[in-house]
């Protein structure tokens, strides 16, 4: 049975920083394209970042400079460290693995950026 646990969401203030983390049991993260997608309440769901098989990152403009998405292969984790964090950056932040046979998507972690 594949797993996905997001943990380290929380209530921050603006300019405060967050990790989040991605523990996966049942897959290989190093086998899948990790992302992280973003939804807030009364809107869609939007991509964060991705890191790929060969450990190439991809953000969104939005967050770029400001995020960085890791993996750690010997704890089977995807993170995301969020720096500088705004109001907007608020919302459930979900981890997701991607492969060409299969999607698997975590339950997600409440992040909340507020003075």
């Known amino acids: 049975q594949v797993r996905l646990v997001e943990s380290g969401g929380g209530l921050v203030q603006p300019g405060g920083s967050l990790r989040l983390s991605c523990a996966a049991s049942g897959i290989i993260v190093s086998a899948y394209a990790m992302d992280w997608y973003r939804q807030a309440p009364g809107k869609q769901r939007e991509l964060v970042a991705r890191i790929t098989t060969f450990g190439r990152t991809n953000y969104a403009d939005f967050v770029k400079g400001r995020f960085t998405i890791s993996r750690d292969n010997a704890k089977n984790t995807v993170y995301l460290q969020m720096n500088s964090l705004k109001t907007e950056d608020t919302g459930v932040y979900y981890c997701?693995?991607?492969?060409?046979?299969?999607?698997?998507r975590g339950q997600g972690t409440q992040v909340t950026v507020s003075s």
């Open positions: 997701n693995a991607e492969s060409s046979i299969a999607t698997f």
